[in-house]
């Protein structure tokens, strides 16, 4: 969870001084959180909620579903072909524009073949914006 903390810290471009603010708690006890020596209670969690509304309290406690709450959940009724499709986005006409959306298929580890040229898992997608925000996406 610590790690999901981080991330809504990096992606809102915030330090931890300017989240414990925004949050109403303690700057230390952000701190702790970080850095694992505390676990979050149930207050700082409602808090979080309250604070960033936009992400899904199952990814931020759990760290499973989508990240967001306006991010879909694939599909898992799709066909095998349908869903080892690359992931899809839209190229944005200029710079300026919001934040490419994905289409979420499952994410297999990347594999070669048997002459074990790349034999590899895909760890994570990092994803960086015009914006100097950037966005983590981890594989299910």
Do not use: C
Request: hydrophobic share 40%; charged share 25%.
């Amino acid at each position: 969870m610590k790690d999901r903390i981080a991330h809504i810290i990096r992606a809102k471009n915030l330090t931890a001084g300017d989240f414990a603010l925004r949050l109403g708690i303690q700057p230390s006890n952000v701190s702790h959180l970080l850095s694992g020596r505390n676990n979050p209670s149930l207050d700082f969690v409602k808090k979080l909620k309250e604070t960033f509304p936009e992400y899904n309290l199952d990814w931020i406690v759990l760290g499973v579903g989508p990240m967001t709450v306006s991010e879909p959940l694939y599909d898992t009724t799709r066909s095998e072909a349908a869903s080892s499709a690359p992931l899809q986005q839209e190229v944005p006409a200029s710079v300026d524009e919001a934040k490419p959306t994905l289409s979420h298929a499952p994410v297999e580890p990347l594999r070669l073949s048997e002459n074990g040229s790349l034999n590899k898992a895909l760890e994570k997608i990092i994803l960086v914006y015009a914006d100097r925000t950037f966005e983590v996406i981890m594989p299910r």
